[in-house]
């Protein structure tokens, strides 16, 4: 449609999740537009994050360090881990402020269709995290979708006989919905009355 580097730029931005054509075009034309200025405190923030961000070793979150901000909190709980796919769902966890335990990303959700399985997942660091006891429960923060769902049962399944309570966010939270999008309050009242799914007592019921 335009020539060389705009349109370029129009299919860079176009490759952005959430970014449709028409959008990647206004973003286009918005750059072209500023400032030189501007447009190279954005290219210096895109820099700069490739450059300094990672990935915590420990939970997974997005850290400039070896540890999170969260990891290294000395006041937050050892006890109990709420489980979450991405980085992005911790930040809509600590807005709440009704939690006080850590954390764990997976990085993503079981999805078949998109070839992503257990072990495409964090899955194991998370399991390494619970063999020395000191967790107590675990909370499955996935999002109220397909994916979430299969995965928050796979992990169940996975801890049912490990002695740890297992509990999954309660209703409130719209299924189909993606945690990020959540209010405060609703994603609050989530934590208040999350159920247990899974521990030692309720598998023995089971037999």
Do not use: W
């Amino acid at each position: 449609m335009y020539e060389g580097a705009v349109q370029d730029l129009i299919d860079e931005l176009g490759r952005l999740p959430g970014v449709g054509p028409k959008s990647a075009q206004r973003i286009a034309f918005h750059l072209l537009a500023t400032d030189n200025h501007e447009v190279k405190r954005l290219v210096d923030a895109l820099t700069e994050v490739k450059l300094r961000v990672r990935f915590c070793e420990l939970c997974g979150n997005v850290a400039e360090a070896e540890r999170c901000r969260i990891c290294l909190d000395p006041r937050r709980s050892d006890e109990v881990i709420c489980v979450v796919e991405e980085p992005k769902d911790v930040v809509a966890i600590e807005r709440t402020r009704e939690f006080r335990g850590r954390y764990h990303v997976l990085g993503g959700a079981i999805n078949p269709i998109e070839n992503v399985g257990p072990d495409d997942l964090r899955i194991s660091e998370l399991m390494a995290r619970l063999a020395d006891g000191t967790v107590k429960e675990v909370i499955l923060a996935t999002d109220p979708n397909v994916e979430g769902e299969a995965t928050a049962t796979y992990l169940s399944r996975l801890m049912g006989h490990m002695g740890i309570t297992v509990s999954r966010l309660a209703s409130g939270l719209p299924v189909g919905g993606d945690l990020e999008y959540a209010d405060e309050v609703t994603l609050g009242r989530a934590f208040e009355g999350r159920r247990v799914i899974a521990n030692d007592k309720s598998i023995g019921n089971d037999k």
